[in-house]
């Protein structure tokens, strides 16, 4: 269910079809959440020796990994099989207990975030495959159940996604102007100001006198240093 549930994602348009691997090719999608995108990316199954050798190369560079379960088909012996292979290739999946590693990298290979999507909650008759599922691996990776078919809990998904990305929302203010609230930018969860203003433009960085925040700061305008940590959803208004 890997290609339907990107097309009810994403712009994209899989093939989507009964048999298995008709995913040949990396295909595409922007999902939209809320006022920002990300982009999702739709690849063969994992098993497929005529596709492994690059599969394996795009996951090492994604930033997220979602693996998608068939509820229909032992979900907890799918799960078990998809980790067994990724890290065969040096790829370990980042649990709840990696947190506090302080980077994606580790000497035998690459961490990286990783959520269970479990597909086809229309199509079973009990929870018992996706109880199981959690029992096995719940503790450490959080799961999201949905429905691609009847376009079920694909909203908590999203929001599952945005958040594991570890990603805040910053918008502009012109000094003397209105916000902008149309575009904003997204910077990793604590950033600072000056990590805002050397995003923007590295010059900003030697020319940032003061800035103004509004959002999570003690007051609306409030003057703050340049090491002031940023939250999602702040206002920022930099000064030249």
Request: include cysteine.
């Amino acid at each position: 269910g890997k290609s339907s549930l990107i097309a009810c994602l994403t712009n994209a348009n899989p093939v989507i079809a009964d048999y298995p691997i008709s995913t040949l090719t990396p295909l595409p999608g922007m999902m939209p959440f809320e006022d920002i995108q990300f982009q999702l990316v739709d690849l063969p199954p994992i098993g497929n020796e005529a596709t492994d050798g690059w599969v394996s190369g795009i996951l090492r560079y994604a930033d997220i990994l979602l693996l998608v379960i068939d509820l229909t088909e032992y979900p907890d012996i799918q799960a078990e099989l998809l980790i067994d292979q990724l890290i065969r290739w040096n790829i370990h999946p980042k649990s709840r207990t990696d947190i506090s590693k302080p980077n994606d990298r580790i000497p035998s290979g690459v961490l990286k975030k990783t959520l269970i999507v479990t597909n086809k909650t229309d199509a079973v008759m009990d929870n018992d495959g996706l109880v199981n599922l959690e029992r096995k691996y719940g503790h450490l990776y959080n799961c999201v159940a949905v429905s691609a078919r009847k376009k079920e809990n694909l909203e908590p998904l999203k929001r599952a996604i945005f958040e594991i990305s570890a990603v805040i929302r910053v918008y502009s203010k012109p000094p003397g102007k209105e916000p902008d609230l149309s575009t904003p930018f997204t910077v990793p969860a604590g950033s600072t100001i000056l990590d805002l203003a050397g995003y923007i433009h590295k010059d900003f960085l030697f020319r940032l006198k003061y800035a103004r925040v509004w959002g999570s700061a003690k007051f609306d305008g409030q003057r703050v240093e340049k090491n002031f940590l940023l939250k999602d959803r702040d206002i920022v208004e930099l000064n030249l």
